[in-house]
């Protein structure tokens, strides 16, 4: 069971346990069961997990197993295609998950990510939940303000008709049909070469290169923060 979907030590290998005993799965089990970690300080970790299982289940060795990832699997020549699928909505209710590591921690919600472009140039890519009040003001053209989300105060505004936006998400296939238009190789490339080109050198070179913005709209941000302390109070108050 993987168990890092939330937060490994305080419920995740507590829901574990409650599920084996709930369903009958002990040592006298005569298949293979156990716990995943796949994110955060394993070796760290690995001891504390052991700990919790030693007080409800048995003794045993740290780590078991480890698992092999498309990293080692695969050649550098012809490597995986690095993407990741994550839930964000069920019906009309925004998920995330929670991870230990930060990178890992989604935006919730069905979203529009904006690229917002002054001069011919890249400014800032902007994803806002669809329809909310930043997606609105960038749809009409309206004078926007984009902030980091690390820091709040840290703020650009961007007048009316001083830019232009684009949405970057596109249909692929609708009603299981393909609706994405089909492009040869050399058009690829130009269209490579051109976005490249749309952002500044700063941003383009090697070494010590310039940040790019990459915001989230105030109501995502809002949204997000609020599903995150729900779950680190409903965390915090987890028991078996």
């Known amino acids: 069971m993987l168990i890092d979907t939330y937060d490994t030590l305080k419920c995740g290998i507590l829901n574990a346990i409650r599920a084996f005993k709930e369903s009958g799965i002990d040592n006298d089990y005569p298949g293979g069961y156990g716990v995943r970690l796949d994110s955060g300080d394993l070796a760290y970790l690995s001891v504390k997990v052991r700990e919790i299982l030693d007080r409800h289940e048995r003794q045993g060795a740290c ?12 050649s550098k020549e012809a490597p995986c295609f690095g993407n990741v699928y994550k839930l964000v909505q069920i019906d009309d209710k925004p998920v995330l998950k929670r991870s230990e590591d930060r990178i890992k921690l989604i935006n919730p919600g069905f979203q ?24 609105r003001l960038i749809e009409s053209g309206q004078t926007i303000t984009l902030r980091d989300e690390q820091d709040r105060f840290k703020c650009k505004t961007l007048p009316a008709g001083t830019y232009t936006a684009r949405m970057l998400q596109q249909d692929a296939i609708r009603d299981g049909v393909r609706v994405a238009p089909v492009h040869s190789l050399p058009e690829k490339k130009a269209f490579f070469n051109q976005t490249l080109h749309q952002f500044s050198p700063s941003e383009r070179r090697l070494i010590n290169p310039h940040y790019y913005k990459v915001d989230i709209s105030d109501d995502l941000y809002d949204l997000k923060t609020g599903i995150l302390n729900r779950l680190n109070q409903e965390i915090a108050d987890f028991k078996i």
């Open 112 to 135: 529009a990510t904006y690229r917002i472009l002054q001069e011919g140039m890249n400014e800032a890519d902007v994803t806002c939940l669809r329809g909310d009040s930043l997606s």
């Open 63 to 74: 780590i078991d197993s480890y698992g092999v990832g498309d990293a080692i699997a695969t």
